[in-house]
């Protein structure tokens, strides 16, 4: 029996941005007794049925936006006798349709890190049960990944998560409600030595794929000590402590390494935590912006962001401080107007973003604006060959719907054109042109415009296309940029590096 686990995707470039960590960390949890599993992640090429024999197992990880083809992959590797299990963040919402539609024998609820073994175990004896429940598992739980099996030169960044859970809670986003409240931080010890070991395989980039990585802000701090709760101000010190011993780990190893993250604007009150994460090579990071104005930010439950003056200075300070910001900006918000585009466009260039992302409102399973949504459709809601547009992931992306709230005032393709034009204008040549003095050389230069324009390519066009014909010819830009691009992120690999701290020779073996 072999095991196979498969990350679907219906467009493959060849050349992968980011390591899909699940298919590496579910490779340890993998027993050693059924051999390294075969991995395919179809964001480099198609799943091919050919190698799965009869009795092998088959997992398959499902967001949302990979449902459609998952659930494809589960019906053709079932069909070849394949024990098929389904798991991640939307198999976890909805366990049944993987079993309807997915072929699936089992599906895993939850982190997979610990109850894996099991599932692969019961394949093996027959008798796999119909869900699993994961749970939410301690971050001493959490397993590393087994990076000696990535496929060499094929990806860009690889992806180490250092805390999961976020505090917040944004109408838009599953995470709180899926990756809980409770922030749940790993060992620095656990993470540097992830992180020695794709230096030494020559990975030079890393994305720190944490849903927040500033848990604790310095309003929490201030709130738990005007209510005088000693024990919750105990509780924040000690993770904020947690997150700064992190840092300095990380300070401490090769200057060559970029790492990039995901963090709320509130970061940029707190100098110390800019410093810090300067210091620790932490180059980049995404920040939800979402609105340009108070209202917007309210509908989306995120009023402890910034708008108006404050918002581009807040920004700013972020680069101030050595931090590159990719700032993420949703539209077709019931508060957006038809100037809101624009405004949105000259916000992002007077904040000094090295990127930036425009996307349009989706209701996403497991959110708070999914549930109102769904609500709203009552027994009309409308059908398209027969599915509701509520299981919208179950048409195929030709068929579905580009936006899917009604707009008070603008009709779903001005919302699309509008937000189009936004990309256009944030990636024309000359305005890349004009971010790309963020580096020196000329060659660096170059080096940023070519990752922009693939950057553009493979978010904007793929997401927002109307017709096949342009998202084609998208994915083949992409798949010509991604390349040359590869290469610019690779690092002479350093065999010898050790853990700060240790002699190569004291260094426990890496991996699981
Ligand atoms: S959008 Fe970001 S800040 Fe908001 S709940 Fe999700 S992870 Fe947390």
């Known amino acids: 029996m072999r095991v196979h686990l498969v990350n679907p995707s219906d467009a493959s470039f060849g050349i992968g941005v980011i390591t899909p960590r699940w298919l590496y960390v579910l490779a340890a949890a993998t027993p050693a007794e059924y051999g390294d599993p075969i991995i395919t992640d179809e964001t480099l090429e198609p799943f091919d049925p050919n190698f799965v024999q009869a009795g092998d197992v088959v997992g398959i990880g499902i ?19 394949a024990w098929v299990i389904y798991g991640g963040i939307h198999a ?26 099991t599932v ?9 049960q119909r869900i699993y429940q994961g749970g939410r598992v301690s971050a ?7 990076w000696d099996l990535t496929p060499p030169k094929r990806y860009m960044w690889a992806s180490v998560q250092t805390i999961r859970g976020c505090p917040k809670h944004c109408s838009f986003c599953s995470v709180w409600r899926t990756d809980g409240q409770q922030p749940r931080q790993r060992s620095a010890d656990t993470v540097i030595r992830e992180i020695v070991q794709l230096r030494q395989l020559g990975y030079r980039f890393i994305a720190l794929a944490d849903d927040n990585f500033y848990p604790v802000t310095r309003t929490d701090l201030a709130l738990a000590e005007r209510q005088n709760n000693r024990e919750r101000l105990a509780e924040l010190q000690a993770i904020r402590a947690e997150r700064f011993d992190l840092m300095e780990r990380l300070a401490q190893l090769p200057a060559d390494l970029v790492f990039y993250t995901q963090i709320t604007m509130e970061a940029a009150e707190d100098e110390q935590f800019l410093d810090a994460m300067q210091k620790a090579h932490i180059k980049g990071a995404l920040v939800g912006v979402e609105a340009v104005t108070a209202e917007g930010l309210k509908s989306v439950y995120k009023d402890f962001n910034c708008f108006g003056e404050q ?37 992002a260039k007077e904040a000094d973003l090295t990127f930036a992302q425009f996307v349009t409102m989706t209701p996403f399973p497991g959110t708070v604006d999914f549930q109102r949504w769904e609500e709203n459709q009552g027994e009309t809601v409308e059908r398209i060959q027969g599915v509701p ?19 008070p005032t603008m009709s779903p393709e001005e919302i699309r054109i509008r937000t189009q034009g936004v990309w256009d204008s944030f990636y024309s040549l000359p305005e890349i042109w004009k971010r790309s003095n963020c580096v020196k050389s000329l060659k660096a ?4 415009l070519f990752i922009s324009k693939l950057y553009r390519q493979m978010y904007a066009n793929t997401g927002i296309a109307t017709d096949s014909a342009r998202r084609k010819s998208a994915n083949r830009w992409a798949r010509w940029l991604a390349k040359p691009c590869r290469r610019l992120f690779q690092g002479k690999p350093m065999p010898e590096l050790a853990m700060p701290g240790y002699r190569q020779s004291e260094l426990i073996t890496l991996g699981p």
């Open 92 to 117: 976890t919402l909805y366990p049944e349709e993987a079993h309807e539609l997915g072929g699936a024998h089992s599906v895993v609820m939850g982190d997979g890190d610990v109850v894996w073994k």
């Open 140 to 146: 001493d739980r959490f397993l590393p990944a087994r």
């Open 445 to 448: 230069r170059l080096a940023f």
């Open 63 to 81: 967001h949302t936006g990979n449902a459609y083809r998952g659930l494809e992959v589960g019906r053709v590797a079932r069909a070849r006798g």
């Open 311 to 347: 918002l581009a200075e807040r920004l700013r300070t972020f680069k101030r401080h050595g931090v590159h910001v990719l700032g993420s900006f949703i539209f077709g918000l019931s508060t957006d107007r038809q100037d809101t585009f624009e405004a949105t466009a000259a916000l």
């Open 389 to 407: 547009i509520t299981r919208y992931w179950l048409l195929p992306t030709s068929l579905r719907p580009k936006l899917f709230i009604p707009h």
């Open 120 to 128: 692969v175990a019961d394949c093996g004896t027959g008798t796999p």
